[in-house]
């Protein structure tokens, strides 16, 4: 309902045990990584190579309750997906974990990322007779690896082979019959940490709030382009064939998608949010009286921002505790509007005051215009909004959903045109030098491709949520039905 | 909760002009077709190329709502499925229809009935790179179709070459972009129809009495090895490659799974049971002073025995009709018991009377036995049980669930020593040579296997219900292993 | 979505020694009770004086399950009731059991039947300061005794002195802290029977059939009038001051709403339907090959009127075994029509046939003909339509849903004219001095005032479903715009 | 889960033009107000006298959705209830708004606050013959102005005439056929205030930040102890009989229950929050690095005390954006505990340093200490605990659920023996003369009963939540019994 980015997906992968439940050690992982995707999630749990599993629309605590988790029984190892569909539709069956049986037995993955190649594959392995269940890259991958399973000695080897095809993010956690697996794309776009539990248990998981929340310690992140393999006896292996590269981690990371008590290869979220705020009120610095921040992703940047300008901070923005739940929709002539539903003002902090607004991006903009409009309606005399990120200008291919350069308003607007859309007195982003530089402590480069333009791996030839649910038939005469076909099947579902 | 034998599955397919609503056409045929699969059920809906679908576990009524319809939208064909699972977990990966992408698009297909070489198929493709989603039989004969569908020149062509790999039972409904079509194995185990709508339509069905129900008129049965081709335009064609036999039709379609409203293979259902009550009164006559049925499939064959008998047939059992809901166990120590609930005799009937209790089958014993003493406890002096088909003594492989001699009371007692366990004053069973003339206007041949442990297709080598579940790996310690671990698997679900 | 007649309710209570579960045994007896009413149900149970109860609309399975019994707990006494509602809407506050407290503590009550001076009643509480929350007279049921309770020396007593202001029908069920109570009106109206289990639990149920799923035996009916009250320590009493009246047991009881295995007042409900349709035979003969009977009321008629007239009877409609389930209904200009999808002709039995076809009772018409057009269109060459009860002429105030004249086919045409309008070849009716006779074992009088409208006790003033839910200030005013207003309201729902 | 304080309720009502639907209206200010009460919630509209209403247990949310809303209709007037249970059970049927019909008509009541004399009024009722359905106090106001109603020329002069009878906490909106009224008690211990639509509907709503989310302009409060009646045309008018005392307004609703963004009685909540913290940095000053809060209400405080203290403010603690839902609970041996399910400490903000944690209550003190270890395990070298409000010391008798000083640990520690179960290196409370004094524009008294043990109203004789669930009967022989019974009841539910 917020014209907001999202991140794709959130993987959790854990050897623990019998003692434990690893069920349940995934699903509170995955209730700690749940601000990763919110349309489906599913947990696969190893019990002796028979791999239980359950996976269905919905959040983490509507899918799963102890009915279902005796049905899925225990195990040694299990691994937990929670995903934001970028490619495929938003159904069930493209939900994750992938379970799915080859010539050695089981296999289980969980995947992050998004592929440049998975056309290019699917296309080849079609080819040769292979049927796909699913449109997301997950089972590409799935593909890959079992091409190579037939003559590769082990699992791990295969999956090294398999990276020597697949392009693109992956942070992947996977299992087979007897281990378990994490592996990082060579770039590392996406997180992927390595922590462990005083049980003994190791856990893989997208970012390390995950580990404070099932009580793990963190152990150090997944290199770009590392395998790690953990074996029935709990021993941890490395393979190392890919790494090399300082990586390329999406620094939107750090300004959005994950949680403020995360740290990312070497670098506090909080801190680097904190930083974007400093840089930016020295980059686009204006006369005012109160900081706010668009809660939660602006709070830490307007902190920043107030501490650098010396500008007090107050809460300006109250957002209800309870939104996250679907909830009836107004309709058009209702007064209600989804952001008055989710936001309100708090007019003791800024009526009659020049406000500086922090927000963490501006994709279309309405949102913006809407909460500019409710600090006017509380009584602020001005709005400067200021925006702890760079304008976006270009699609992101690596694992979230700005797919097209549509519904991107900085492609179409100057800054002041956007400042006036959006009906703020002014209006500031933080530069792409800026944004290379909040996160200080990092160990990586940065994937800023949204901002420039330019990526660190080539983008894919074709792209879009829904690229593998046309009809692959190549006659004219059904290309050129399909493009009339085309507008209706935007809507499709399951 | 009863030891009854299931069907496997039943099937539906339809090709409409866009005016009518092919799903709903399929819900209103699977709604008749019910009585084949409570587990799970599904509708594919084929909209210009793009497969729509829905399935899962639960009652067609359940599963299906008019928030459903609205997803699925509408197209020009359909497939559906009802399913009681007799390969692969009754988990909800393992509902049908499958739909698939292969190298010529997508492709959707609904499946009754068990191959007897799957196992062996399924192992070839897995050293070929083949990965599988599911354990049941479908994704098998998918994968069989894909193969030679990289060289053949239609979909239809695929399948003709496919049928001569795949071994066993099936009748198949399937679509590719453009096609609607219907096969049934060379020995047409399994029953299917076509039918024809005053608007055009045409349409499959496991069972005539589908046809009924949505107003359809019936043309013909497939025939044993037929594929039916129903083409973007409605023109339908016909591949005889795989005909000539006559077929040998599960005998047992005609004694208990079909209903008695539908026609199969030129002879009415109703009228087979009637005679094998006719035939039963001759082979095993008793004096008494009533006839009762058991409900609901043991009624046409009681009527047959009364009226060849000359003795009065009355309603002596009433099964409560909210029977099939789940509902709450009784727990041992509670009074009531499963049969009580569901059947309840009339007095007035029974009470003092010498009865003749005529059932369809004996599987377990177990609720014939509690039938017995329903009637007893009710005031019957005597009760002579007639079973309308002979005594079960062999596996089948053919798309039922007696898996295994295991739970066949009669491979373990004579006839005598049933009546005793059942407290039956009596007991008979029609005749291998009485089925075998019980559908008397039929024009096809019958597989008794069951009766007689003759198959006329050779069993497969491996078999059970969960045989695509263990895993692959062949080290003499993981043999072992999972040796000692097999009991506990056996609980396991999804 | 048939046009059939609906009993009101169906009541149930238990006395139970501790060792049992009172709930679940409630539990089996609604389930076997449900025919009586399909859109709630509910079961209080008593633990040492506090009333834990659950209610809601739905079936009996639907409703219940093992969590909702953990939280009932268990208790020395329970009561239970299934609902098809004819007072108040079908709303979930009025569902019953109505549990309340009262000036002596708790009280809990299910009811059957309907009362004719409800109106009056509360109109006269209400001026004395009362509140009502439902719609049903099961509140006003309630509050008349609590105005005896006040001073009557036992809530048995108060219920006795209330006896002297309800009129009507009423098969009451109650429990206080700590009694169990059951009371049958003067007349008789609606059944109600005493059994007991070899556990020494006493148990009340408005039919035997629920006595025989828990293993009770039949002790007794309860006799018009009486009171029967069981104590804690499961001691007897009765109070006879009511009784005296032969009583007026409705006979449709015996034509429909019963189930066959039950025996009411002295009669089996199998037996009684059977003489329908002997007598029937005797009264309306006609020339024809084959009788069947409409699934599943009018079966035993049929097999009466068969046996009497020495036509062949036989299996001419099956029913869809998972009817009563909600489905989604076929719009206009779908071809499918409810009827279709629950009954189904048999060729076999009909096609070119002389049939005659027997049901229970013609409500409005609209079934019956399409029931008839199913038989020709199957090839039937002659239906002739045998109701096994008179024509009905004139409301029901004493519990089922006839309600108006409105909706009564016989109240506007002629025999021959409604034979014609359902397109039968001819039609006869039971006559009234036929259904008098039915139940011959029966040892109590009948009412058939909906076939004659002549009632044992005079009728309401006021009558009407939703009687109680229009607004009750007298200003000509309000009035006026109640008029205007009252066609919208009619389809208004909770 | 949280040893958290309790607020009862939060109610609305809304007259409006038919062109709105107040329904709807409704639904989006409950959603706003659904802080005040999580266990049920409910809507009731008036359509012409009639009522319509849904309630049941779940958030608001959860229990509507647009099938609901169809079923309720539209009205001109409505009223709704979130609720938290503090009398009676947390049942269904407790479960707001009551919708009754009494003598003149149906009535609906929504009601936030605890009466002090429910228990004499129920008992006199109850012997005038009065039946009661729940166990809340709401009904009991219903009687008390029914049984003015009969007498009384309106409605609101029975309510006026009610409110001599009944004493204590409540805010209640309620609608007759053809009036909206609104009161609060004259002491206004619950908040209640007036807006305005621009489309001239009028609105009443227990907090402020409703208004907003519904776009609704704030007009005023409802005075302590006044009625105000919107007539059928939208007229408003006020009763002001009970009006005179400057009040009593629960202090806490300032301190925690109520939103910051909402302003009660002249003084936004944000404002007083933020002066508790500044006022409690004079009163327990302590030399550290940072100022933490607790989400969420501590951090307005924790701003304050940083302001007036001088050491940085940070966000030390991470909340769960998806806490709320119900989730698996972690049983004993499994490692994650509920509070770290919902916080997590921020490494990077309390790492090395000396940490002020700031929160606005402590209860039993479990889950402050687990906080204060999670910020000593994320590193915290020292953790000083101050607490924005003084030490509970006595029961709250008007809507909390304090009812009982068994729970309150400052009843049995003094504030050095809390400090060390907490783990906390100091621990500081506000005082009651500072607590006295946050609210510094509000134009309301105080009641601080809960910090005191003085009430502004006398306490009720009987209290507890499941006061009225005990038998009333009154010989000493149940009397016994129920005290033996009594341990097991607590545990009992509907």
Redesign the interface.
Known sequence: MFDSLHEECGVFGVWEPQT??VA??T??AL??L??RGQESCGIAVN????M???RDLG????V???AR?E?L?NGTMAIGHVRYSTTGQSARHNAQPL?????????ALAHNGNLVNAMELREK?????????T?NDT?TI??TI??HR?TAPSIERALEAAMYDIKGAYSLVMMS?TKLIAARDPEGFRPLCIGR???GAIVFASES?AL????AEFVRDVDPGEIVIVRENGKMESIRTHCGSKGHLCVFEFVYFA???S?IDGC?V??ARYNAGAILAKECPVDADVVIGCP?SG??AA?GYA?ESGI????GL?K???V?????K?TQN???DAV??KL??????VAGKRVILVDDSIVRGTTSGKIVKLLRDAGAKEVHMRVSSPPFISECFFGTDIDSKDNLIACKMSVEEIAEYIGADSLGYLSVEGVNHIADTARCGFCNGCFTGNYPVDPPKTSGKNR??????QSPK?MK??EM?KNE?EN???
């Open positions: 434990a439940n349940k050690t699903y509170f209730y700690a749940q601000h019990n002796d190579g028979l239980h599993y359950h959040l983490v605590p509507d799963f309750n102890e988790f049905k029984g379970v799915i049986r080859h010539v050695k037995g089981p296999m392995y079609e080819l040769e007779g292979a049927i796909f269940h449109t089972e799935a593909y079992t091409k037939i019959a539990r005083s049980n709030c404070d929340t099932i009580g949680r403020p008590d740290h506090s909080q801190r939660d709070l830490e902190m501490r007090p901070y107050a809460v109250i209800n505790r309870y996250g739940r679907t909830f009836i107004p209702e007064r209600e008055k539903i309100n003002a708090v007019k003791n902090t593998f649910e046309l009809p692959l038939s059904a039905k399909r076909a099947r499709n579902d399951e």
